[in-house]
């Protein structure tokens, strides 16, 4: 199932110039109905979160970051994301790799498989791994005789987040290179080119932006997950605390400054991630038009 | 000359891409979620059907887990089609922003989104302050919920509907209108039926992403018993009371029915490429 909205890479503009045939009024009507709607469910929300984060001055705003707890929930997002975008790129792309450019049984059934945690809910996936891992689960007398701790524990966060992006960049990638079949890999390949290099100076180029929005929607999520990793996390503050939940506690003690200075950063990172999104669906339509003139 | 076996050849790096494809999956995915299914399997099915289905407050559960689905599903299927719809067709200004930012929901953290809403919609907010003097508390009742789920499910039903949208032949259109349909006719008879299957697709979409999301919903739901306690939470509060087998029974009735979405959208998806 398709939990990421797909990058559009060659959004068609030709419905545009049937304009004519509503009357003004209704269009009007209808652009009205449509911006009311955005505005009552996305905009506002915008405004109260900076608007709320700023309520109590911009000391307030800035100490809410200087708090030793909000600086180690920071580091933990960070870590975690660190962790868990690289690994789920390098599968992207060998995923995407394996899928798109050669042909074997069941490649349906991997795609689906591959889509799976988008179907699973947060909570699911974190309890999954507390059944795995968690005292009375599966590993549990193991890990502790060896005195591992993964739920309750950072790893545990870590895991969770690796599942929850797990689809992200091979959903960007596997029908962008199919759409790209593979003649000019086979070029390279019988004009001598070794495969890293076929892949670094041709394959690459070609989907570098797919790529690229496969990555930030990945690292987007990573730091903002919450379902999964209050689940596996044991909400202890300045250990286990990412910035989605050192901002519950935040909240649940009445101290909504705080509370929505750092839902304020996560928002901040969401915006750079839709501007990212519509440069680079910009920049690769510009190229697709730069290539087939034509079309 | 067997050319598809020679190609196959031509390129490098099957075994090991596939190699790591498949083990990475099976370790990151197919084993934790085989983990749930073994897990419940301990339970018989008289115990589990009185753990997972036939318990009052997890039936209460499911009842407002997929009834607010359901609703904030079809708001969201009539809404976003416009939105869709004076996306593609109309020119306005501001439009680039408005298409980006259909996106947000998904870029924005639950939890922030969550905490937002309830802000927004609780009888101080100001949305929730204009609705309750009128008798409609918003946060911490099911309508809430209902909010959170419209916000989250946007994004599926708008960009599902836009490129059927955008790749319809606008000669069809012209033909029924010179043909003397009127602009109604048009839309329920040529354009309706021919993005159906997409509409579906982006209903299934919200609807499966509703049922399963926790983040936004569990500031605004205010969490009451039998009320306005959504069906992951219950897996939270069993989880916390160490009663590990009901989670897992609930986990897999809930993993089951998504599981079931995914086949629809995948025979949704099978039919619109059948209707093009």
Redesign the interface.
Same mark, same amino acid.
């Given at each position: 199932?398709?939990?990421?909205?797909?990058l559009?890479l060659h959004?068609?503009?030709?419905?545009?110039?049937?304009?004519r045939?509503?009357s003004p009024l209704?269009?009007r009507i209808?652009?009205g109905?449509?911006?009311m709607?955005?505005v009552?469910?996305?905009?506002?929300?915008?405004v109260?979160?900076f608007s709320?984060a700023f309520s109590r001055g911009i000391g307030v705003y800035l100490s809410s970051f200087t708090d030793p707890d909000a600086l180690s929930a920071i580091r933990l997002t960070l870590l975690t994301a660190a962790v868990a975008v690289p690994l789920n790129t390098?599968?992207g792309v060998?995923?995407a790799?394996?899928?798109a450019?050669?042909?074997?049984r069941g490649k349906n059934i991997?795609i689906?498989?591959?889509?799976?945690?988008f179907?699973?809910?947060?909570?699911?996936a974190g309890?999954?791994?507390?059944?795995?891992f968690?005292s009375?689960?599966?590993f549990g007398e193991w890990l502790a005789a060896y005195n591992i701790k993964i739920i309750f524990a950072k790893p545990g966060i870590i895991i969770a987040t690796?599942?929850i992006t797990?689809p992200f960049v091979a959903r960007e990638l596997i029908p962008l290179m199919q759409a790209q079949g593979?003649e000019e890999?086979?070029s390279a390949?019988?004009l001598g080119a070794g495969?890293w290099q076929?892949?670094r100076r041709v394959t690459l180029p070609n989907i570098k932006w797919g790529l690229l929005y496969g990555v930030i929607?990945c690292n987007?999520r990573a730091?903002?997950?919450?379902?999964a990793v209050?689940?596996v996390s044991g909400h202890i503050r300045g250990l286990t605390c990412t910035?989605?939940?050192h901002?519950?506690i935040l909240?649940n003690e009445y101290n909504?400054a705080a509370?929505?200075a750092i839902?304020s950063l996560?928002?901040f990172?969401?915006?750079v991630?839709?501007?990212l999104?519509?440069i680079i669906e910009w920049r690769s339509a510009r190229q697709t038009a730069f290539e087939n003139p034509e079309s | 000359m067997d050319l598809?076996g020679r190609?196959?050849r031509?390129?490098?790096?099957?075994g090991?891409?596939?190699g790591?494809?498949l083990t990475?999956?099976s370790l990151?995915?197919?084993i934790?979620?085989a983990?749930?299914f073994?897990?419940s399997s301990r339970l018989s099915w008289t115990d589990f059907f009185s753990r997972a289905v036939l318990d009052p407050r997890v039936l209460a559960a499911y009842r407002l887990s997929f009834g607010a689905a359901f609703i904030a599903a079809t708001i969201n299927a009539l809404?976003g089609f416009?939105?869709a719809?004076? $996306?593609?067709?109309?020119? @306005?200004r501001g439009k680039?922003i408005?298409?980006? %930012?259909? /996106?947000?929901?998904?870029?924005?953290?639950?939890?922030?989104?969550?905490?937002?809403?309830t802000?927004?919609y609780a009888s101080t907010g100001?949305?929730g302050g204009l609705l309750a003097p009128l008798g409609i508390p918003v946060a911490y009742t099911p309508a809430g919920i209902v909010v959170a789920l419209? $916000?989250i499910g946007?994004? @599926?039903a708008v960009?599902t509907v836009?490129?059927a %949208?955008? /790749?319809?032949d606008?000669e069809l259109?012209e033909a029924a209108?010179s043909l003397g349909a009127g602009?109604l006719q048009?839309l329920s008879r040529v354009i309706l039926p021919a993005i159906l299957p997409s509409i579906l697709s982006g209903f299934t979409?919200a609807f499966?992403?509703g049922?399963?999301?926790?983040?936004s919903v569990?500031?605004i739901a205010g969490n009451m018993p039998m009320k306005t306690e959504i069906a992951?939470?219950l897996?939270?509060i069993k989880?916390e009371q160490?009663d590990?087998l009901g989670?897992?029974a609930i986990?897999v009735v809930?993993?089951v029915v998504?599981?079931s979405?995914?086949f629809i959208?995948?025979m949704l998806q099978f039919w619109s490429r059948r209707y093009q």
């Open positions: 199932m398709a939990g990421a909205v797909q559009r959004g068609s503009q030709r419905g545009a110039y049937a304009a045939t509503e209704v269009r209808l652009i109905t449509a911006l709607f955005l009552l469910v996305l905009v506002l929300p915008l109260l979160i709320t390098l599968f060998c995923a790799w394996a899928i450019k050669f042909e074997f991997l689906t498989l591959i889509d799976l945690p179907a699973v809910s947060p909570v699911i309890l999954i791994f507390v059944i795995l968690g009375w689960g599966f690796v599942f797990f593979s890999e086979q390949i019988v495969a076929t892949f929607l987007a730091m903002g997950e919450f379902g209050s689940v910035m989605p939940l901002l519950e909240y909504f509370a929505f839902a996560l928002t990172l969401a915006l991630t839709l501007v999104k519509s | 598809k190609r196959r031509v390129l490098p790096g099957f090991i891409t596939m790591f494809t990475y999956l990151m995915v197919l934790p979620l983990g749930l073994i897990m809404f416009v939105v719809w004076v $996306l593609v067709r109309y020119r @306005f680039r408005v298409d980006a %930012l259909v /996106d947000l929901p998904f870029a924005l953290p639950t939890a922030v989104s969550g905490i937002t809403l802000t927004l100001w949305v419209i $916000l946007l994004p @599926f960009r836009q490129p %949208l955008e /790749d319809m606008v259109e209108t602009r048009v979409l499966a992403r049922i399963g999301e926790f983040g569990y500031f992951p939470l897996i939270i989880l160490y590990s989670a897992a986990g809930m993993l998504s599981f979405m995914i959208i995948n």
